[in-house]
């Protein structure tokens, strides 16, 4: 699964139809370590600017990222 | 190429009517136009219609002649121009293109769009369609939580305080109040603007802009013959659009719209005139943080410095140089299609003088930046008396 760094998020409180019942919700855009960035779920604990992520599912073609586990 | 001139403009108010479908919108800024420039409709010679979403919002389609021949514009070329946001801008980029090659003299655009008849969350739908379907819409991002993702960005880069964005919605909302086509005429303080309801985080209800109805409408003309036209000939000095990726997350900054800063060079090449010249503007605020970075990208200040430059009351209808003296998409309202010759509209009421209660001091050296998306699509015009 890709792992990345997040370079921007937001909380999402209002949404369009096709997402409203999932309010609030985190996307953020990730700058993947394999270079390139994508824009994804965030699943689990908030991030922010700079956290660590890793993929944990990709649900129709959406990327589900959530924080990784420092050790 | 020849120096074009604006020799009319007219538009509706702008906000939520209930009994004005998109035809009579579009209709009735027409006529007001047509007036405004003592011309007949039978001497237009080319109809530009800058128009977003109008077969999502209301279902109608082929919609430049649509609204030209209702007009009473019989025969010419009419032609609608979608580039979401900037869609009314980008319609008056090509008009003025037809009359500064000498293609037409008589060249007329309107902008339009009916957004009120659809509840909010349809809205955000067919807004979020200005966006790439196949990533980032699909991953459940409004326009609202794309702006968000870069007032975090801009905050975490630069130091951005979450007051500065307030600052914009309390100087474009004091504006807005003394205009009495705006679409909410209301004062709010800083408290109110940093209390508002949660839309996308760090953006709140008061950062958004609103969901409007309304039309504008401007006639471009040769600048020799302006003043057979006119008493008082608004001259475009210079006039640039770009483009850039639809999609936020392929670009490589987005902390500034480079399309802004392309429209602008070479609107400001072609004027011959610098940022610092420039008195007044009309900047696309569809959220407060798209204000701030549109004054760096513009270099009315340095990058970085666009918070403070609003807060610090620069920029307000009294400062060394208004930004949104109409209120802005913030206040004045955003019917999307209409919002790029809206800001022409406002420009030329500066310049001729005629914007009373909000008429800003210096007011010979105008600038207009119309946005589309998250800035794949910019349109910078710049106005002067001729």
Not at chain 2, 284 to 310: N, Q, W
Not at chain 2, 312 to 332: F, Q, V
Request: with cysteine.
């Amino acid at each position: 699964m890709r792992t990345g760094t997040v370079y921007t998020e937001t909380v999402i409180h209002l949404a369009a139809e096709a997402f409203a019942s999932e309010v609030p919700f985190q996307t953020a855009i990730v700058a993947l370590d394999g270079g390139g960035r994508v824009t994804g779920r965030i699943l689990g604990d908030r991030v922010t600017i700079g956290d660590r992520v890793a993929e944990v599912e990709v649900r129709n073609g959406v990327p589900f990222f959530r924080k990784a586990q420092t050790v | 190429m020849r120096p074009v001139a604006v020799v009319g403009v007219g538009k509706t108010p702008f906000g939520a009517f209930p009994d004005l479908d998109i035809r009579s919108l579009a209709v009735q800024a027409g006529e007001r136009c047509l007036a405004n420039a003592h011309l007949q409709p039978s001497l237009i010679e080319s109809f530009y219609l800058g128009n977003f979403a109008g077969p999502a919002f209301v279902g109608q389609n082929h919609l430049a002649p649509y609204v030209s021949t209702a007009l009473g514009i019989q025969g010419v070329p009419a032609t609608r121009v979608e580039a979401a946001c900037a869609s009314s801008g980008s319609a008056f980029f090509h008009a003025w293109t037809e009359v500064a090659a000498g293609v037409y003299d008589l060249v007329m655009v309107v902008g339009v769009e009916k957004m009120t008849s659809q509840p909010t969350a349809r809205v955000t739908e067919i807004l979020a369609s200005a966006g790439d379907l196949t990533g980032e819409i699909r991953a459940g991002s409004t326009f609202a939580s794309l702006f968000a993702m870069i007032a975090r960005r801009h905050m975490y880069v630069f130091g951005t305080k979450r007051e500065h964005l307030a600052a914009v919605a309390v100087k474009n909302h004091a504006a807005g109040a003394l205009n009495p086509d705006a679409h909410m005429r209301k004062p709010i303080t800083l408290e109110q603007a940093l209390a508002g309801k949660p839309i996308a985080d760090p953006l709140n209800l008061y950062d958004c802009s609103l969901i409007s109805d309304g039309a504008a409408a401007v006639i471009l003309a040769p600048l020799e013959r302006a003043s057979e036209l006119t008493d008082k000939p608004v001259r475009v000095l210079g006039i640039g659009q770009a483009s850039d990726y639809v999609a936020l997350d392929q670009k490589e900054d987005i902390t500034t719209f480079p399309a802004v800063c392309r429209a602008a060079s070479t609107a400001y090449r072609m004027a011959g005139v610098t940022p610092e010249e420039i008195e007044f503007a009309e900047l696309h605020d569809c959220f407060t943080i798209a204000e701030i970075i549109a004054s760096e990208d513009l270099g009315f200040v340095k990058r970085g410095c666009g918070g403070p430059y609003a807060m610090e009351g620069h920029s307000s209808l009294t400062g060394g140089r208004p930004i949104n003296a109409s209120g802005g998409l913030k206040s004045k309202g955003h019917p999307v299609g209409a919002t790029g010759v809206g800001q022409i509209y406002d420009l030329v009421q500066q310049i001729r003088g005629e914007a009373g209660p909000r008429q800003v001091a210096r007011h010979s050296l105008g600038l207009a930046e119309n946005l589309g998306g998250s800035g794949a699509t910019c349109v910078v015009s710049i106005l002067g008396a001729a």
